[in-house]
């Protein structure tokens, strides 16, 4: 007879699951001795996502072995408890938060620098680069891909549930509790490069004539040297960033 764990996931983890594994516990038969990471994921949820594990109501970390008769609890992020002196599983936080997005997040990537936030992005990243990069960099990978989320090598990752980018944002900053680290306009929205002032005389000669009789304060992308002004654009951004505060 196969060996048998117990296990139940809680919160925003049954996201990944099948229906009849949701909100319950139950008995999941395994072969060999998988490695409580292994275990976890092999059900659908990413290692990343996991916060607090518990094996027979002991804090475990993702390598102990599972046996037979275990019961196992597997918790999401906690948002408004201390958990680090039992905390096993997660890595240390990362000291400033800077992102990595895959293929299908350009317009998040495009929101999360208007809020002043690093976030690299390219149509261009391989699965294996974006696990690369997260790693070798420190940035956060926000993927829609689970799988992504299970490379060994990626420790800091979140799974983007929302299909809207503006609904996006909004889960981001609540998942990693970014409202008050705002700073809107530090950053280019095309190549995350910190803008920096350029004299007016400079810009006036890159800008259309009816911005040059109305504007007189300028920032420049050093990177793809794109200006920016404060024009009506800016003004629908400002509208679309109250928003976001207000629903973060």
């Known amino acids: 007879m196969a060996p048998t764990a117990y296990i139940r996931f809680y919160a925003e983890l049954n996201d990944f ?40 109501g002991i804090s475990a970390d993702f390598s102990q072995q599972v046996q037979d008769g275990d019961r196992i609890s597997v918790y999401p992020v906690f948002e408004a408890l201390d958990i680090s ?3 096993q599983v997660r890595p240390e936080p990362l000291r400033e938060p800077c992102f990595v997005l895959d293929t299908h997040l350009g317009k998040l990537a495009s929101y999360l620098r208007m809020l002043g936030f690093d976030a690299w992005y390219s149509n261009n990243y391989k699965d294996e680069e974006l696990a690369s990069i997260s790693a ?17 090598n990626v420790t800091h990752g979140y ?23 705002i700073r809107p306009f530090l950053r280019c929205m095309r190549c995350n490069r910190l803008l920096k002032p350029v004299p007016e005389d ?5 800008v259309p004539p009816r911005v ?22 800016y003004e629908r951004m400002v509208d679309f960033i109250c928003r976001v505060i207000t629903t973060s």
Do not use: M
């Open 85 to 87: 002196p039992i905390l």
């Open 136 to 152: 070798n960099n420190h940035r956060i990978l926000l993927t829609r891909d689970r799988g992504l989320l299970k490379r060994s």
């Open 202 to 206: 400079e810009a006036r000669r890159k």
């Open 17 to 56: 699951l099948s229906l009849g594994k949701k909100q319950a516990t139950f008995a999941h038969n395994f072969k060999g001795a998988p490695t409580v990471k292994d275990l976890i994921e092999s059900l659908g949820a990413p290692h990343t996502e996991v916060d607090l594990i518990l094996v027979n």
């Open 159 to 181: 799974l983007v549930r929302a299909d809207d980018p503006k609904e996006q944002v909004t889960e981001v900053l609540q998942r990693f509790d970014l409202t008050n680290q």
């Open 212 to 233: 040059r009789q109305q504007v007189h304060d300028y920032k420049s992308c050093p990177g793809c040297r794109r200006i920016y002004w404060k024009g009506s654009h």
